[in-house]
């Protein structure tokens, strides 16, 4: 089984940076599809960004491309996403998940059913 434990979510007003971060454990983690999803109250749970660990592609959806990075760091085994110019739409809740065979990041649209594995979430609230 996969651990992985996210950090790094606040309040921050609009306009305003922050960068989550996913350590990932338990499993080998150089071909894994590592997702970031997030779910506002009352809505679904929706996928953000994906990377690949084996060749580090990556993927955003258009909602938040040009302002969200998702990224690694191969020796920390750690995936981040960094986000900026927040918008108070981006308040959520943000989970990481892996896919530990990878194969959710050569599909077009994974959803959450296709990963395993969550973390336990970390809050993100951006004020107008």
């Known amino acids: 089984q996969v651990q992985l434990v996210e950090s790094g979510g606040g309040s921050v007003q609009a306009g305003g940076s922050l960068r989550l971060s996913c350590v990932v454990s338990?499993?080998?983690?150089?071909?894994?599809?590592i997702g970031w999803f997030r779910q506002a109250p009352g809505k679904e749970r929706e996928g953000v960004a994906r990377?690949?660990?084996?060749?580090?592609?990556?993927d955003v959806v258009d909602s938040v491309k040009g302002r969200f990075t998702i990224s690694q760091d191969n020796a920390k085994n750690t995936v981040y996403l960094l986000m900026n110019t927040l918008k108070p739409e981006d308040t959520a809740m943000y989970y990481c998940?892996?896919?530990?065979?990878?194969?959710?990041?050569?599909?077009?649209?994974?959803?959450?059913?296709?990963?395993?594995?969550w973390g336990q979430g970390t809050q993100v609230t951006v004020s107008s």
């Open positions: 998940a892996a896919d530990k065979y990878g194969s959710s990041c050569f599909v077009p649209s994974p959803g959450a059913t296709d990963f395993g594995d």
């Open positions: 338990g499993y080998m983690y150089s071909r894994m599809c």
């Open positions: 990377i690949y660990t084996y060749t580090s592609s990556t």
